[in-house]
């Protein structure tokens, strides 16, 4: 028997799913994606020298509010009050990763707002450092772990 479809209703209409029956947990959600670059941009950017200023800063401040902006960009999410996102940044060759963490206690996950989150903080920082390297390529994004709600842990196989 194939598994009923929770965002299409009997008439195969898309649906918000309705949570208001399940139980508020606390949950989180870990995504993640890096962006890769030429050496003189990523230099500028280690540097803190781009031409429009401080570009893990500013991509910092655009995840976290994606993230809160999550619900109104996607339609089919509720929109949630968040406990915390925090966005980090890591140096790998030719290329600057961007982890994001969002959490709540509620009634629904996290995880779109973790990957908005990290996509929105590469988007920023193609925008910052454009006038450096034009071919920068976003890619791998992904959740890497989720924790609570029915389904529990999850965790990426990273290998």
């Not at 140096?91 to 779109?112: D, H, Q, Y």
Request: glycine share 10%; with cysteine; net charge neutral.
């Amino acid at each position: 028997m194939a598994k009923s479809l929770t965002h299409i209703d009997s008439e195969g209409s898309a649906r918000m799913v309705d949570v208001g029956a399940k139980a508020e947990t606390q949950r989180l959600a870990i995504a993640s994606g890096r962006i890769v670059m030429s050496a003189e941009a990523l230099a500028a950017i280690r540097a803190g020298n781009a031409p429009k200023g401080d570009v893990l800063g500013t991509a910092r401040v655009a995840g976290i509010m994606a993230a809160k902006k999550t619900g109104d960009l996607i339609p089919m999410c509720h929109p949630l009050i968040i406990d915390a996102v925090n966005v980090d940044f890591t140096f790998e060759e030719n290329a600057v990763r961007a982890t994001a963490t969002a959490s709540l206690t509620g009634k629904t996950g996290v995880e779109m707002e973790a990957i908005t989150a990290t996509s929105i903080a590469l988007l920023t920082i193609y925008d910052m450092a454009k006038a450096l390297d034009k071919g920068m390529v976003i890619g791998d994004v992904r959740l890497i772990e989720k924790r609570g709600g029915k389904s529990g842990h999850w965790k990426a196989d990273l290998a």
